[in-house]
């Protein structure tokens, strides 16, 4: 060959090479710049810098705890430092043995996939850690897909391309540390957990910083195939594929051959939870606080399910628990008390203490079930019978655990129409900071909150509005009224007649305090007429009651329905010295990086003047401290050396009970009654908010007092700057002299009374 020849050879090898490496850098660009939409666009380097993968919005409690999450997809992303060296060792060795040594392609590793290809002996593939991290962060296989996509196969190798570009690109942007964390945080592990995180707390109810070579092997080989590798749902496959990646922790010398054959042979070792709505603490108040988030989330930009907010509550996840304990070990008492009562009768009960005919064809006809029969029968009401009598396979509540059977559609909702529900709340008198939240016995099954969305009649928990009201104009505690019959005439209408409790006048002359304690309607009766409905309504909104009351002088028992929400906010004004603090349980939100967004302060009003909220907390301690106060069946350990203002309440038939209790440090309530209010004791004594809402209360407060770091402690309440005008001690006197006519043209004019 001369040197013409090779010459020429030379030169054209040369043209090729470059012509070569031209195409290459021009196809690069021509995918980088998406040329005339053949190859879909690439992310933006805002995009780059900032990825941002769905991640999951979590509730934090004031003492730290999570308290649970809002998402799409269960993802809570955690830093490198936050990855046990086991686990990160683990991963190289599955999925990318020369991570440490390339910038984002492995050429070793890509000539190895494609050689296999070639020869249909698939040796591994040849995408590194970084490029499996662009199709979890940019979907590149499915979004932005341009028109040369439409050609079979070519697809494939554009979106390889586009792997490679920002592979490359993300290599400049981050350390290796930081793709690994990021990696491991977008994967999907099965069983609704996406990222590392998430998966670890799923299946061994650890932090990603505990795992062991042991269970690092199960989660890092379930990467690719969640379903097939799943170990609670496919073990044999599980522990086949763990036994794989056990195998390349030894051939990389990572653990020895004893500790390989231990491994391979031991249990997959699970502790093994999915996270749920219906379990965990606080599960009412998340439901509750979840539609305010995504209003919050609406009007701010933010979407609760996918940009990884920190939303840090008021909530003591300590006082919550608590507060749930004392829940279920009271209820799970009352309802069996209840069944045992009720000896087989139905309890929807008339006024005359009947079964109401035809209860359960009318409360079925308000269910999803019924509408949808409805829908699809078009209202033919045999075949619609035909199906809400026909008897299913069911899992059902009951307080021994859940239980199997067999029920129609009016077989459960009679069995859960048995059910006695429940409401409670505690919360911070002085900051207004809401510390426990129970809506129901159990959120699974009973969805229904009742501490804001409930609203039922207080009964005697009400009186203290009408008391307060002649309390901050003069009266003073030891007032002597009669216990007797009173009349009180409603212009157009006919007069009101209130009886007592138990139908009974005893004639006493007593003190307004020694009334209140013991719940005498009468006498209530009196100083609403004194002081006038209007009035007592003016200051109940005052205090924070924003639902509509009746101005009728009946609202002196407490007809008009109101919250439990409402009621424990405004009874906390009597021990924050008259200030009225809207109960709140939101403190910040942060957004995903840390940042906060917004920091929340309590509605605040002064409602009473300082010396009338004392006074009224007197008031209140005589139903723990006067004989015969409906609040002197409390545990005198919670009594001695202890004040606690406080109120009983029970309705009519005793549909609703309820107990209201502020002491220097926490306001609590508790409220019980049947799902609807014809579901009640058929006997009114054993309905009492002394019985069925009071023991709940004070179980709570032992568990509270028990425990040294919530900082709860017993004491007095603190006195007011300026002297009280008003005599407390009643003991000194008989009685003083009885408000003229003039109080009450100061208080309310007539035309107001309806």
Same mark, same amino acid.
């Given at each position: 060959?001369?040197?013409? !020849?090779i ?19 021009? #196809? ?21 810098e ?21 998402y ?7 830093? *490198?430092?936050?990855?046990? +060296? ?31 290809? /070639? ?8 995408? +590194? ?16 897909r ?55 707390? !799923? ?13 690092a ?14 170990p ?10 763990? !036994?794989?990646?056990? *195998? @390349? ?25 999915v ?8 599960? *009412? ?7 305010d ?39 799970? !008492? #009352? %309802?069996?008390?209840f ?22 064809? $009318? ?19 045999d075949?619609?019978? *035909? ?25 459960? /909702? ?16 002085? @900051? ?14 009973f ?45 157009? %209408? ?32 009196y ?8 009035t ?11 639902? $509509? ?31 009225? +603090? ?52 409390? $545990? ?10 406080a ?62 770091? #919530? ?16 005599? /407390? ?9 009885q408000?003229n006519?003039? /109080? ?11």
């Amino acid at each position: 060959m001369n040197k013409k !020849t090779i010459r020429i050879i030379l030169v054209a090898i040369w043209i090729l090479f470059l012509a070569g490496t031209i195409s290459i850098f021009s #196809l690069f660009s021509m995918v980088k710049n998406d040329f005339n939409g053949w190859f879909g666009g690439l992310p933006s380097l805002q995009d780059l810098e900032k990825p941002d993968p769905d991640l999951s919005s979590e509730l934090i409690s004031a003492d730290g705890v999570s308290l649970g999450k809002y998402y799409r997809k269960n993802r809570t992303p955690v830093s *490198y430092e936050e990855l046990s +060296t086991e686990l990160v060792n683990t991963l190289l060795v599955t999925e990318d043995i020369r991570f440490k040594e390339h910038s984002g392609i492995d050429l070793k590793g890509l000539v190895r996939a494609v050689i296999g290809k /070639l020869t249909f002996q698939f040796k591994g593939g040849g995408s +590194t850690i970084t490029m499996q991290l662009a199709e979890n962060l940019y979907k590149t296989s499915s979004a932005n897909r341009g028109s040369l996509y439409d050609f079979s196969g070519v697809g494939q190798i554009i979106t390889k391309l586009k792997e490679w570009i920002i592979a490359v690109q993300l290599e400049e942007s981050y350390t290796k540390e930081e793709i690994l964390a990021m990696y491991l945080n977008t994967v999907e592990y099965g069983s609704n957990s996406y990222g590392i995180k998430v998966a670890a707390k !799923t299946f061994f109810n650890k932090l990603p910083s505990q795992l062991n070579y042991k269970e690092a092997a199960v989660l890092i080989g379930s990467i690719n195939a969640p379903t097939r590798y799943n170990p609670v749902y496919n073990p044999e496959n599980a522990i086949q594929k763990r !036994t794989e990646v056990l *195998y @390349n922790l030894h051939k990389y010398g990572l653990i020895d051959r004893v500790s390989f054959d231990t491994l391979k042979v031991s249990d997959l070792g699970l502790n093994y939870k999915v996270d749920n709505h219906n379990e965990g603490l606080a599960t *009412y108040f998340r439901s509750v606080i979840g539609r305010d988030l995504l209003a919050w989330s609406k009007d701010h930009g933010y979407d609760l399910y996918d940009d990884g907010l920190k939303i840090y509550t008021t909530i003591d996840s300590r006082m919550q628990q608590y507060a749930e304990e004392a829940m279920a070990q009271h209820m799970d !008492t #009352l %309802q069996e008390v209840f069944f045992n009562h009720l000896n087989g009768d139905m309890p929807w009960i008339d006024k005359d203490g009947n079964e109401m005919e035809g209860f359960l064809q $009318d409360a079925i006809k308000r269910t999803p079930q019924y509408r949808a029969l409805s829908s699809q029968f078009e209202d033919d009401k045999d075949s619609i019978d *035909y199906y809400l009598n026909l008897k299913r396979p069911m899992t059902v509540f009951s307080w021994e655990g859940e239980k199997d059977t067999l029920f129609s559609a009016y077989d459960s /909702l009679s069995y859960y129409k048995h059910f006695l529900q429940a409401g409670f709340m505690a919360m911070d008198p002085k @900051n207004g900071h809401i510390k426990a939240w129970v809506g129901g016995v159990d959120h699974k099954y009973f969805k229904f909150d009742h501490v804001r969305y409930g609203k039922r009649q207080p009964g005697s928990t009400f009186k203290p509005f009408i008391y307060t009201v002649a309390i901050d104009n003069g009266w003073s505690p030891c007032f002597p009224v009669v216990d007797a019959p009173i009349t009180i005439a409603i212009p157009g %209408q006919e007069a009101w007649q209130p009886d007592n409790a138990n139908g009974k006048f005893t004639g006493e002359k007593m003190t307004i305090r020694q009334a209140m304690a013991r719940s005498v309607n009468s006498i209530t009766a009196y100083v609403m007429d004194k002081v006038g409905p209007q009035t007592v309504v003016d200051y109940a909104h005052r205090m924070g009651i924003e639902s $509509d009351l009746a101005v009728v002088p009946s609202l002196a028992l407490g007809v008009s329905d109101v919250s439990l929400y409402e009621m424990l906010g405004a009874y906390s004004s009597f021990v924050n010295k008259g200030v009225y +603090t809207q109960p709140f349980y939101i403190s910040r939100i942060e957004d995903q990086n840390g940042n906060i967004i917004q920091q929340f302060v309590p509605e605040t009003r002064e409602a009473l003047n300082e010396q009338t909220a004392y006074v009224m907390l007197h008031m209140l301690k005589g139903t723990t401290e006067e004989p015969g106060g409906t609040g002197m069946a409390l $545990d005198r350990e919670l009594r001695v050396n202890n004040e606690i203002a406080a109120k009983t309440g029970t309705t009519q038939n005793a549909s609703d009970g309820w107990f209201m209790g502020v002491t220097k440090d926490l306001a609590a309530g508790a409220w019980v009654g049947g799902d609807e209010r014809s579901i009640h004791f058929k006997y009114w004594p054993m309905g009492q908010g002394a019985r069925t809402a009071m023991p709940i209360w004070e179980i709570f407060m032992k568990k509270v007092y028990a425990d040294p770091t #919530l900082g709860i402690e017993k004491g007095a309440f603190p006195k007011p700057v300026k002297p009280i005008t008003v005599e /407390l001690d009643c003991s000194k006197y008989d009685g003083i002299t009885q408000p003229n006519d003039s /109080l009450r043209v100061d208080l309310i004019d007539e035309d107001d009374i309806m």
